[in-house]
Structures are given as structure tokens and as C-alpha cells.
């Protein structure tokens, strides 16, 4: 089993930053991708960015060129963190982190994102 949880979310002004952090802990070993996603209100769940084991990023063209997803290691966790610029009120959703293990998908809580205009 893993648990995810996110930190970080809140209210910002348009134009603005937040950094959004996901500790993975338990069977953390051999997590492959690490990722985030998020849900404005009314619509369905879309990717953000992942990141795999080796490093390598991967972002919806929404978000490309403004937000930045890195991955570290501390003691017994795996932390993902998201460093979201420039934000728009179209980026107000809820964001969950998740990971994949051996073709398990893990998710986190969720953190609210809101970006006032």
C-alpha cells in the first residue's frame, strides 16, 4: 500500500505562485511515475504533469511553460511537488497527487487550488 498526501493548496490572485508537495509513504519501492491531476467544479479529472523514477517530465499543454513537477526522496518517503507561476482562475480546481506501482494507481486527498481574478 501507498499514501499520498498533499500540501500547499490555497487562495492566490491571479498571476501568482503555489507549490504544491505529495508525500508517498509505505511500500514506497519500485513507485514508477508520480503525477498530479486535478478537478474543477462541474468538470471531470484531468492530467497536469508526471513524473517518472528517471526523472523525465511530461505536461498538458494547458499548464506547459508555467508549472514545474520535480521528485526528491526524504528518509521514507518519495515527495512530488508541483511549482505552479503565472496562474490563471482557470487553473481554480481541487489537485490530487498520484502514483503508480507496478500498475497500481494511488491517489492522494486532494488539495484546493484557487486563483481569484
Do not use: H
Not at 507549490?19 to 519501492?29: E, Q, V
Amino acid at each position: 500500500q501507498v499514501q499520498l498526501v498533499e500540501s500547499g493548496g490555497g487562495l492566490v490572485q491571479a498571476g501568482g505562485s503555489l507549490r504544491l508537495s505529495c508525500a508517498a509513504s509505505g511500500s514506497i519501492f519500485s513507485i514508477n511515475a508520480m503525477g498530479w491531476y486535478r478537478q474543477a467544479p462541474g468538470k471531470q479529472r484531468e492530467f497536469v504533469a508526471v513524473i517518472t523514477s528517471g526523472g523525465s517530465p511530461k505536461y498538458a499543454d494547458s499548464v506547459k511553460g508555467r508549472f514545474t513537477i520535480s521528485r526528491s526522496r526524504d528518509n521514507a518517503k518519495n515527495i512530488v511537488s508541483l511549482q505552479m507561476t503565472s496562474l490563471k482562475p482557470e487553473d481554480t480546481a481541487v489537485y490530487y497527487c498520484n502514483a503508480n506501482r507496478y500498475g497500481t494507481v494511488y491517489w492522494g486527498k486532494g488539495t484546493l487550488v484557487t486563483v481569484s481574478s
